[in-house]
């Protein structure tokens, strides 16, 4: 049974850092996307930063040059660095695996889920 668990949110200022962490288990990183997550309310679901199983990646606009997606294959931990963050980072956070490889990060499709870890930015 696929199980992505998230952790690693909290509460910080803006200009802080988090980590998030998304333990998977189920299956291997290989052939497949993994992903990072975001949605407030009010708002729709937004990608934020993809990995391909050629370790290609892909970051939104609001995220590029702050964010970092990266595996951890022994251990089978996908990571989030956030830095300088700001209150607009304001969100819950998923991790999300696809079900099989795609070309590109962009085509990245996503079968399974995490339950989400939330992360609050204060000014």
């Known amino acids: 049974q696929v199980q992505l668990v998230e952790s690693g949110g909290g509460s910080v200022q803006a200009g802080g850092s988090l980590r998030l962490s998304c333990a998977v288990s189920?299956?291997?990183?290989?052939?497949?996307?993994m992903g990072w997550f975001r949605q407030s309310p009010g708002k729709d679901n937004e990608k934020v930063a993809v990995?391909?199983?050629?370790?290609?990646?892909t970051y939104a606009d609001s995220v590029k040059g702050r964010f970092t997606i990266s595996k951890d294959y022994a251990k089978n931990i996908l990571y989030l660095q956030m830095n300088s963050l700001k209150p607009e980072d304001t969100a819950m956070y998923y991790c999300?695996?696809?079900?099989?490889?795609?070309?590109?990060?962009?085509?990245?499709?996503?079968?399974?889920w995490g339950q989400g870890t939330q992360v609050t930015v204060s000014s």
């Open positions: 189920g299956f291997g990183y290989s052939r497949r996307c």
């Open positions: 990995m391909n199983s050629d370790g290609s990646t």
């Open positions: 999300a695996a696809s079900d099989r490889a795609y070309p590109s990060p962009a085509h990245c499709f996503f079968d399974y």
